[in-house]
């Protein structure tokens, strides 16, 4: 009988996790107040009740149009803009992902890594980038929909906000396809055995900057997954957040700033958090013997 392969999986928030924000700069490239768009009007409309992303998705419908600053915007214009981000990814990526993969494959046998997107930001951007499209087995992210597939954007058609984003590690847990789950989103609620799950939630490492990845930090700490933050040091308010948010309550395992590099601390740690799982499977299956 061949031996079953293993999965570890690497789950990544998008925007200033992987890249400076992405929707700030599709709407500076357009000529939006990206000052006033995030610290007022989106403001005004979380006071309100909205949450977050669904306050600036609204925000975003409404600039769309003839006429209006973002024009007749559509998913293929979205993930063009994509196209444009590959230049901006953080120290050390792509080759962060090059090196896993090798890692992996040259010292440990039957077993894989894969790399996921789960993301508050839009899904067309994200599949854009030819970077994300070469390492990434899926996305998830907010998506927007007109009239039919190529219309000018009216609608919200997914909303991915704070717990919304468990709903995906669970998909990732259970090996649900992307387009499963698209046409058939109860299939999540499905039960599945232990055995039957494809990436147990031990062999997940998840990846995240912001308040919006708290439940996903929370819940992967809580199943003997890994949770590591990402700030930017030179911002005061983003550093007093991670020791508030995330470092203080013990929600990730550890906070870094985002470069990727074999020689910084969270390029190091992530290949040295990949490496000790694949060696604890290797124990466990020695043990089952």
Known sequence: MSQVTD??????????????????KLLKSHGIDTDDFWGRQARELILQGYDPPTAYLNLMLKNIGEGKPLGLLTNQKLYEFGSTLDGLFHEGLPQFFEDVWLEVKSKFKNIEVEFYIVSAGLQPVMEGSA???????????????????NGVLKYIKRCITFTEKTRYLFEINKGLDPSESRTNPYLVNK???????????????????????????SMLQKFK??????????????????????????RVTSMHAPRFTPNSELGAMLRTAVANRCLAIQLQRQVAL
């Open 225 to 250: 997954g890994l949770a590591f933050g990402v700030f930017d040091p030179a911002k005061r308010d983003k550093a007093k957040q991670a020791l508030e948010e995330f470092l203080q309550p013990h």
């Open 7 to 24: 999965i570890v999986a690497i789950i990544f928030d998008f925007d200033d996790t992987l890249l400076p924000d992405s929707t700030t």
């Open 131 to 149: 970077i994300v499209r070469k390492y990434f087995r899926a996305v998830y992210g907010c998506q927007l929909a007109g009239d039919d597939e």
């Open 191 to 217: 039960s599945f055995t232990d055995t039957e799950r494809r990436i147990p939630f031990p062999n997940m490492i998840y990846v995240g900057d912001g308040i919006t990845d708290i439940p996903c930090f």
